[in-house]
């Protein structure tokens, strides 16, 4: 659960209370919590009512709710506050808080329904144990507010028919048999306890409510039997009326009394009922599928508790010719009520005489006399009509006519002319009046429940007339004002609407069918007003203009706010932060199992991304923001961060995983690169609070996945495929290479706490791992070491023959590929996985240092095995290797001869290491030149090669720079960089000749620096060596001249 403001404030004020108490919350008695529930109502009704913009009633509803469970789940204590739920983490910073403050809390704030609503969510024995410590709180000094609660509850656990809450948050959410089973014996239990509680009963308006709920509640659960279930004596149905007629009767005879207001809502509401019971052929059961005698149960404890109340305690005797309007709505609803019950229960051919059906019987001949006397007290037929035709007139509205100027003066009551005309938009909407007022008065439509019925009213008129010209035109103009009175909302809002809009109705309700025409052009200039964004209040502005866009054609919105971040460098800060204002769309989901509307659109627009692209950068960036927790957009009091509008595990389902996993399938709508850097992007916060999605089941299938492509890589071109150029493949390895550090990296913290309990894991992937080249072991050997500890490296047999590997904890493999004189390649091929390996093989090696013959040996065969593994190494492999290399030089292991002549005296042996490293590369570059290495050695093949050797040399000259050696040495050790790069140049094609041109241009200029602070006799002598090497090189135009003018400059001050 996001932290919001309205939180903070709760929190604050239960901290308050815990102070000022002096009894601690979770020990109060009955007075003292309604003192401290006196202090905290305040607080509570003001977030309900709206701490900075005033809620509307679906807002208030909603906070009401979410109160009342927040405040439930804390009594309970653990019982049902787990750390999974919604709640929790406002829960655990709550203090504790006992059952009687809780119980005045929801008194106070008359929260009876919202109470019986999460009773109905949580487990049944629960459920009643609350429902009877609520009872029993009732009865410990009874007063008028303990009365409305239990009426509140009765009619809220009564009810039938889904509440607001429930349409708004699970419509279409199908009642589990856990949740009916709780219906069924929460009911059981109210009616078990309600008999003791009759007495507190002693208002009218109370009663009424009661007596219609339970009326109500019985006539729901009769309906629901099947037919031949529910049979009574023909004589039982002498009532001929039928049950339209009776709520019409019911209708014309409401009291007008201001006071009886709100009763009179109520008895709408159920007189509508009644007439929904009537018509209705088949309802869903609300209680326990598979078991009828709940469903009796109830039933017959609803039926005795009526036939006790209206015979023992007489509710309905005092009904005389001098009835008053409330009485006489009570005995209206009741009189529909038994119509319905007859009628359902009316059969002619069987007699069914039970303790249940004789009481209903009973209950029926009561209020039958009842009903009696009503009919002597109505009012003759001409006064019926005259009451009928006032009563419609006062039902259906004021003329039109009437209507309009009250709204266009803004008289009193002008506010119920607009529900009035929205509420009877079938009959109206034919009359041009009526549009042409709702387009004049769109200021005063601003609330989300006008916005909402103008979509419904556009919903209800393309479905009853998809042909209708006229209605077309209509409905078009509905949907400006629709646009226009939800863009003049406050953004928090729109974004509720929206959702609900699109829960409802979907995302084609005002973009397809007849609006299809323009919406592109809509979306267009929409977004093309964003240039126009500015801070404050012009900011606002613009971004609810965008809602408005959003809200008529969702799709397309989303669609082009990522190719507006995807194709406009600098533009995904922009398109994030509008997304943010509006998180609905993004989080929205056609259907449960589906992913969210972000996650398709930009799946979908990652399969038209080309590789090594701006827009691909741009779309990884666009990515990386909409992975981030945020700040809402102009609420700079939030003082909590809202979770990201792209979760990545969803996002890694759908637009990444698939495309690791299956990178040589037909539909590889994601290029393998891309995926790979989308990898790398989801993970790069993994770990953390914010972004701690992935689990220790799913690092070993992605590990194999990365294995398999670094075994595909492992030759980085194979007989110069033009369909997978080496810069393709040396890239993939490379992103393959710095994904899997990171999923090591991940995948030992998360098993290092119990490493055992993920064996079988481990044990599948090593299985599957030997499927593929030996190598591939060796990059994850860390995670298969971490769970079995008696796991060893796997190498060739062939590397023991000269590297002192121990058995314990090194085996030999036989079956490879490689045999007799091979072994340095492979030992090269263990250096190129890590640096680690790298450092350990360089120790591992031996040659016996006194024999000279040997060393000349050993450097042949160094040479030969970097000739075959260099070129099939990217830059972090050919570090790896160097850094072996290197380390054997320093060792006295690998010895290169250095050429040696004028230009090279007087070379100190500090930076003996990088000569012989820079020797040691040109013999390998010029045997690669040898008709030895001609047949696979492809133009291809040289220019990845040189692009390397010029890195490193570049390094290479670094370090002597930064070295503390004198400018003379420092000069002599660049020259012969110089002369080993012609050496290079002079065997190597043209395709590469440029790449070293520059290089040893630029070796030359720092020849030059070097020459200023060096001997000047040292740096002649240098300067004539090197030009009888720029005299040996073949060089075509003037790059041979310029290179002698870069020369003549050393020595020169």
Known sequence: MVYTQEIAV???????????????????????????????????????????????????????????????EKVLDGQQAKQDSYFYPVCSILPSICKVLFFELIKALEWGKWFIQCLRRVPSSVAVSLLKDLFAHVHLDPDDSDQSLLSSICQSLLDQSPSTLQCLHQSGESISNEKKQTEAVLVTAFFQELDSLIPLFDKGEQRLKLTSSCLLYICGKLQKQKPTELRLRACDANITHQIPSKCEQLRTMFPRDSQFLTDRKILKKLTSRIDKMRTTESLTDHVDSDGETSTETCVSLVVEFLHKVLTKHCWLDNVDSGISGQELAQVAITQSTVDCLVSICENEEEDLTTRLYSSIREVCHILQLCVGRWKKSMPTSVSMETVAKATRVEKDGIHIQTALQK???????????????????????????????????????TSSRI?????????????????????????????????????????????????????????????????????EDDVITGFNRMVLLGEGQEGVEVFSTMCGVALQAPLLFLKTAVNQAVNNTGQAGVMSKLLQVIPSLCTWRPDPDSASLLCTTLHDAAGDLRPN?????????????????????????????????????????????????????????????????LLQVVLQDQGGDNNGWLQPQQVFPIMLCLCQLLD????????????????????????????????????????SSEPSKYEKQITWLHTKLKLLDWTSRLYVFPVLQLVLPQMKKEVPDVLFTFCDLPETTWRPLSDTLYGPGTGLVAMLECCRVSAEMAQYMTKAVTVDVEDASQLVLFQKGVTVALTQVLPQCVWREWNHVIQAVQQLMREGLLVVPVEQGGHCQDLKDALQVELSTSQQLAEVLQLMASPWAESWVSPSVWVHVVKNYVSTIQELQQSVSQSDSLPEAQLSVIGQFFCHCCSVMTVAPGEV???????????????????????????????????KEIEQLELHGGLKRTLQLKLDGIGQL
């Open 10 to 72: 709760l929190h604050s004020a239960f901290v308050l209370a815990e102070q000022q108490s002096p009894t601690p919350l979770h020990d109060l008695d009955k007075p003292n919590a309604k003192v401290t529930a006196s202090q905290l109502h305040c607080t509570l009704q003001e977030i309900v009512s709206g701490l900075e913009t005033a809620h509307k009633q679906f807002q208030q509803e909603h906070w009401s709710y979410k109160l009342t469970a927040i405040l439930l």
């Open 712 to 751: 595909d890589t492992s030759a980085l071109w194979e007989d110069d495929d033009d369909d997978h150029p080496i810069s393709r493949t040396a890239q993939i390895r490379t992103l393959t290479l710095t994904t899997m550090e990171k999923i090591q990296h991940i995948s030992l913290e998360m098993l």
């Open 407 to 445: 709204m266009k003066d803004k008289l009193d009551g002008y506010e119920d002319c607009h529900d009035w005309m929205l509420n009877n938009s079938e009959e109206l909407y034919k009359d041009p009046r009526w549009i042409d007022a709702l387009e004049r008065n769109i200021d005063v439509l």
């Open 993 to 1027: 000749c440029q790449q070293l041109f520059v290089l040893a241009l630029d070796m030359l200029t720092m020849c030059q620096s070097l020459s200023t602070s060096a001997n000047e006799e040292v740096a002649l002598r240098q300067r004539e060596g090197l030009r």
């Open 613 to 677: 692209t701006r827009e691909e950068n741009n779309f990884i960036t666009f990515v990386e923001n909409l992975l981030q927790p945020y700040k809402p957009p102009f609420d700079p009091t939030c003082p909590f961060l809202s979770t990201p509008l792209l979760p990545a595990q969803d996002f890694a389902s759908l637009a990444v995983f698939p495309y690791i996993y299956q990178h040589y399938g037909q539909d590889q709508r994601v290029p393998l690169t891309t995926a790979l850097k």
């Open 451 to 519: 916005v909402l019925s103008v979509a419904g009213i556009i919903s209800t008129l393309r479905v009853k007339h998809p042909q209708d010209s006229a209605v077309l035109q209509v409905i078009r103009r509905l949907r400006k004002v629709l646009t226009a009175v939800y863009t003049l909302l406050p953004l928090r809002s729109q974004d509720a609407v929206l959702h609900q809009v699109l829960t409802v109705y979907g995302p084609g309700l005002l973009c397809s069918g007849p609006f299809r025409e323009g919406v």
